[in-house]
């Protein structure tokens, strides 16, 4: 009950665990390089023993970057409604398309088969190795080191003048502000609490009532979000921000062995995750 | 006013934040406080020293995790209690008020909480009417302005009307007048001022300012670490300057003064911290 304010305490995104494993101490470029080849993997994956073994391999990352696996879980948990709907989805309406394999039931417009099966247990589990994932990424990379890689992994693209230091710069501000409003967001509930406002009492199926109890959380929030927005404008400015202009870096990163060797072992589990043929 | 049932009694609360985390922090340490009716107090500490923490215990946004809070006679530990009752009761004020204000209307905006209470439309008008008559807005006049064309020290004052239309019986305010050019600070004290003298309101306010301390507390209760440090009234404490340099505590000017006068070997009473006293005290050196 006491900490029914404190929202700041459940925000994992941008959420950094210094463990100084061999995971944190990788060169940002080649950890998201890694992270990204993986990710493509498990999208392409669609075999049930390649799924598992893509998440024993993320469970194996936790260890290895010495992050408390409770951490990924409580990752997961918010996306469990989301993962449920799509996973009835699928098995209500995708019949028809993922229709090989021995079907077990056709009633009207409802077929489900063994592939469709297949596809509905897959994208659940696929959804679990991606929240694991990105969550060994954030929590084992701190926000800068993750703009600096992403950054740098564009760069290529700057050639078909694809703006990739704004881009950079964009996400960064983003995430820079996500603690910032949440504690606004705290700030503005107790003050309007205060006045008599109650939140979450309605009954759920009120949609209309429960969205207006929002309203006075929401707009004042809108006015302070605008108000930043323009002091960091400003503050961009007094320091000689200018949009598109040639700027040096403050860090410099150089690759060691370990580094390749880090990509070597994400293609390696790629092609094993592949060429599983279950 | 009893002095056996205080508007307001902590009892050996203490609050720790992100319990059960890396990010774990004692907010407040074993504090005792006791308030009694139509008293106005000024609570000083420097930032991180838990006076947030304390204030949001009043109206029950922050329960108590040990010891207790009693808010004339209702137990803020209780589950049971209706926490809408506790913040009739209790007006909590924040920083910068003026954020949290989202009607089109200024009149709708300070109806929010009397409509939020239930209260039939002539009852919500009636209180919207004394409370922004109260706070120095024109009911007639200011009702139908559009808020965010009001400048900073009005909007503050809607802020605030907003609180008082739930007619409480305490006012907390936190840092009242941070940020207000200083005209508006002025009308804003005098406002407070008003509310508890003359509508007999208990008034507990946070302040970094001296002056406003000095002007309006009956009592002031110095935090630091989570701890209250020193309790008294404005005249012990500002009076004494071995505490007020132990703990920090910075002093209005005219205090500010008259220890100058001290050290330069006057005999001055250190006591006389209103401007009016220290003129005096001044005018009886110079006559001597």
């Given at each position: 009950m006491s900490a029914e304010f404190e929202l700041t305490r459940n925000i994992t995104i941008g959420q950094y665990l210094p463990t100084g494993s061999v995971v944190h101490r990788l060169d940002p470029r080649f950890k998201l390089a890694a992270f990204v080849v993986m990710i493509l993997a498990i999208a392409i994956c669609n075999t049930y023993v390649g799924n598992l073994f893509a998440l024993a391999v993320c469970i194996w990352m936790f260890s290895v970057s010495k992050i408390p696996l409770h951490y990924g879980i409580s990752g997961i948990k918010p996306a469990v409604p989301f993962i449920i709907i799509l996973a009835i989805m699928q098995l209500l309406f995708y019949g028809e398309i993922a229709n090989?394999?021995?079907?077990y039931l056709k009633y009207g417009f409802i077929t489900i088969s063994s592939e469709s099966i297949r596809l509905v247990v897959v994208s659940a589990m696929r959804f679990v190795d991606v929240i694991f994932l990105s969550s060994v990424l954030t929590l084992s990379t701190s926000t800068t080191e993750l703009t600096h890689g992403m950054e740098r992994l564009l760069g290529p693209l700057e050639k078909v003048k694809f703006p990739v230091h704004a881009f950079a710069l964009i996400i960064t501000i983003a995430i820079r502000f996500v603690p910032t409003f949440a504690m606004e967001m705290e700030k503005m509930m107790k003050a309007q609490a205060s006045r008599g406002a109650d939140f979450g009492?309605?009954?759920?199926?009120?949609i209309v009532r429960r969205t207006k109890d929002m309203f006075p959380i929401i707009i004042p929030l809108f006015n302070v979000a605008l108000a930043r927005a323009e002091d960091l404008i400003l503050a961009m400015e007094a320091r000689c921000y200018v949009p598109g202009a040639s700027r040096t870096r403050f860090a410099h990163y150089k690759a060691s062995s370990k580094d390749y060797l880090a990509l070597l072992f994400s293609i390696v589990i790629s092609v094993i995750m592949l060429g599983i043929p279950f | 006013m009893t002095q056996n049932n205080p508007m307001v009694s902590v009892k050996n609360l203490s609050h720790v934040y992100?319990?059960?985390?890396?990010?774990?922090?004692?907010?407040?340490?074993?504090v005792n406080l006791e308030v009694a009716e139509g008293e106005c107090l000024a609570i000083i500490g420097h930032t991180g020293s838990g006076k947030s923490t304390l204030i949001q215990h009043f109206n029950g946004l922050i329960r108590p995790q040990s010891g207790s809070v009693i808010i004339n006679g209702l137990?803020?530990?209780?589950?049971?209690?209706?926490i809408r009752t506790l913040r009739r009761q209790v007006g909590l004020v924040f920083q910068?008020?003026?954020?949290q204000l989202f009607e089109k209307l200024v009149g709708d905006d300070v109806a929010y909480g009397p409509f939020k209470m239930g209260l039939p439309l002539e009852e919500v008008r009636r209180r919207v009417h004394w409370a922004m008559e109260l706070v120095g807005l024109s009911f007639q006049e200011m009702?139908?302005?559009?808020?965010?064309?009001?400048s900073g020290g009005q909007k503050r004052k809607v802020a605030l009307a907003g609180v008082l239309s739930l007619q409480p019986k305490v006012l907390v305010l936190d840092e009242?007048?941070?940020?207000?050019?200083p005209r508006s600070r002025k009308e804003l004290l005098e406002r407070i001022r008003t509310l508890n003298r003359e509508e007999k309101l208990t008034v507990i306010f946070v302040s970094h300012n001296m002056e406003e301390v000095a002007q309006l507390a009956d009592r002031v209760y110095v935090m630091a670490n989570g701890k209250a440090v020193l309790d008294g009234t404005p005249r012990q404490i500002f009076g004494n300057q071995e505490l007020l340099r132990e703990h920090h505590i910075g002093t209005p000017e005219s205090v500010h003064i008259l220890y100058r006068l001290r050290e330069e070997g006057y005999e001055i009473d250190?006591?006389?911290?209103?401007p009016e006293e220290t003129a005096l005290e001044i005018l009886k050196l110079i006559k001597r």
């Open positions: 090989g394999g021995t079907i009492t309605g009954e759920w199926w009120r | 992100m319990q059960g985390t890396p990010l774990q922090h004692r907010a407040l340490d074993e137990d803020v530990s209780q589950p049971k209690l209706d910068n008020p003026e954020d009702k139908d302005r559009p808020t965010f064309a009001l009242p007048t941070a940020g207000l050019d250190p006591g006389a911290y209103l």
